[in-house]
C-alpha cells in the first residue's frame, strides 16, 4: 500500500514522503495512529493544504522532546530482580518494569516510546533506548541486580558476574593446584617423592 507519511518513521522516511508498506502495517499501525495517509489523490491534496501546519506542530513537539531529552538521557533505573547463579533472572525486566521505574524519578515516559526488542534476562547494567519523538532518542541504563551492593557494584563499572565466577573457579582448587607444586624444583624437574614411586613400580 502506498501511504503519506505525518512523522518521522525510522526505516521508512519523514513528513510528506511517499513510500510502500505491507498492507498489514499500515491497517494495524500506522493509519490508526495517524501517523500516514493513503496515497490517493484527495489525501494528497489535504496533505499539501495542510503540510506546513503539520510541519510547525512537528518542529514543536521536537523541541519539547528535545527539552525534555536533557532530563532523561543517561537516567539509570534500578531493578533489584533474583537469579540463578549464573546471573539468569527468574522472569524478566520488560517495557512495564523500565516505565515504573522512570516514573518513580519524576520521568513520565510511554511505554511505547520504550524501544527494548527483547525482554532483558540476566544480571548486568543494559542500555535501554528512548524514543522521545520521531526525531529525538536517548539511552537509559538498566542496572538489574540483586541486591543494592550489587547495583553500586555495577554501577561502579564492576563486572558482577565475572567477578564471581573468578572467586568460584579459585574456590574449586586453582589455588590448590598452585600448593601442590614444589618451589624448591627447577622447571621440569621431577619432585624425588615422585621418582622413588616409579622406580619401586619398575621393580615390581
Known amino acids: 500500500m502506498d501511504i503519506i507519511l505525518l512523522e518521522r518513521i525510522e526505516k521508512l522516511g519523514t513528513i510528506g514522503d511517499v513510500v510502500s508498506v505491507k498492507d498489514g502495517y499500515a491497517r494495524n499501525f500506522l493509519l490508526p495512529q495517524k501517523k500516514a495517509l493513503r496515497a490517493n489523490d484527495a489525501n494528497r491534496k489535504v496533505f499539501e493544504a495542510n503540510r506546513e501546519r503539520l510541519e510547525k506542530e512537528n518542529a514543536e513537539r521536537r523541541s519539547e522532546a528535545e527539552q525534555h531529552g536533557e532530563k532523561v538521557a543517561g537516567a539509570e533505573v534500578v531493578l533489584i530482580r533474583a537469579s540463578s547463579n549464573t546471573g539468569q533472572l527468574y522472569g524478566s525486566v520488560n517495557v512495564r518494569d523500565i516505565v515504573a521505574a522512570l516514573s518513580e524519578q519524576g520521568h513520565q515516559i510511554d511505554k511505547r516510546q520504550v524501544i ?7 544480571i548486568g547494567m543494559h542500555d535501554v ?15 538489574v541486580a ?4 550489587e547495583a553500586e557494584l ?8 565475572a567477578a564471581m ?4 573457579q579459585a574456590a574449586e582448587g586453582g589455588a590448590g593446584f598452585t600448593e601442590a607444586v ?5 622447571p621440569g624437574e621431577i619432585p624425588a617423592d615422585m621418582l622413588e614411586a616409579t622406580d619401586g613400580a619398575d621393580q615390581a
Open 116 to 122: 527494548m526488542g527483547t525482554p532483558i534476562k540476566n
Open 129 to 143: 533506548r528512548v524514543d522521545l519523538h520521531p526525531e529525538v532518542s536517548v539511552t537509559i541504563k538498566a542496572n
Open 146 to 149: 540483586r541486591s543494592d551492593d
Open 154 to 161: 555495577q554501577r561502579q563499572g564492576v563486572d558482577v558476574m
Open 165 to 168: 565466577f573468578a572467586e568460584d
Open 182 to 186: 614444589d618451589p624448591s624444583l627447577e
